[in-house]
């Protein structure tokens, strides 16, 4: 089981581009949440998609959007891109709700120039 | 607005002491308390907590949640340079189904 995966590891862009990431989760879970967790804080929760809809959404603007897909893969795009928006993207998968058994990806490393 | 604060934000330690890091939440609908530990990237469980003044506890680690005061300890005894970590604090808020975390505790064992 390769747990939760998550593409690129890195990601270098300059402000206004536009960018993709995506999360494979675990095998066995049907959702995903997204997480940016800026250089010295918290994970913040974004969005968490669970069959193919967004079910939740956190402080984020509409830049920030999703796509599950019938795999339960996930992606996360963003918009017009900020210099704030450059941190660590976390994925995190589970089974519906149960959060004490979310399994964390590695993570994509953002970094917005 | 929920919040979760921890507290120290950085703590610095010998290899063999323990530890206690604070964590305090006010949230509305609260259903649970979890605390993980982040080493480089991905952040691992360590517990979850609903019910107050019952221990959880795995080796070295141990936690508790005072659902009165709001807030919950995690002790790390006999530390260990592996113990090395940010250790974070989340809630999850009953119907919301997404976690508020906390700004986490960077603690650094010296051997």
């Known amino acids: 089981d390769a747990g939760v995966t998550q593409s690129p590891t890195h990601l270098i862009k300059t402000r206004g581009q536009q960018v993709t990431l995506r999360c494979s989760p675990k095998?066995?879970?049907?959702?995903v949440s997204w997480y940016q967790q800026a250089l010295g804080q918290g994970p913040q929760f974004i969005f968490q998609?669970?069959?193919?809809?967004?079910?939740q959404r956190g402080n984020f603007p509409d830049r920030f959007s999703g796509h599950q897909f019938p795999n339960y893969s996930s992606e996360l795009n963003v918009n017009a891109l900020l210099l704030g928006d450059s941190a660590l993207y976390l994925c995190?998968?589970?089974?519906?709700?149960?959060?004490?058994?979310?399994?964390f990806g590695p993570g994509t490393r953002l970094t917005v120039l | 607005e929920d919040k979760v604060v921890q507290s120290p934000l950085s703590l610095v330690v010998h290899e063999g002491d323990t530890v206690t890091l604070n964590c305090s939440y006010e949230?509305?609908?609260?259903?649970?308390l979890l605390w993980y530990k982040q080493e480089k990237k991905a952040p691992t469980f360590l517990f979850m907590l609903?019910?107050?003044?019952i221990e959880k506890k795995s080796g070295r680690l141990s936690s508790i949640l005072d659902k009165k005061e709001l807030f919950s300890i995690l002790n790390i005894t006999a530390t260990q340079t592996g113990d090395s970590a940010v250790y974070l604090c989340?809630?999850?808020?009953?119907?919301?189904?997404?976690?508020?975390f906390g700004t986490g505790t960077r603690l650094t064992i010296i051997p």
């Open positions: 995190a998968s589970s089974f519906g709700t149960r959060l004490n058994e979310q399994f």
């Open positions: 095998s066995g879970h049907d959702t």
């Open positions: 998609y669970y069959e193919e809809e967004e079910r």
């Open positions: 949230v509305t609908n609260f259903r649970s």
């Open positions: 609903t019910s107050s003044g």
């Open positions: 989340a809630v999850e808020v009953g119907g919301n189904e997404k976690l508020t």
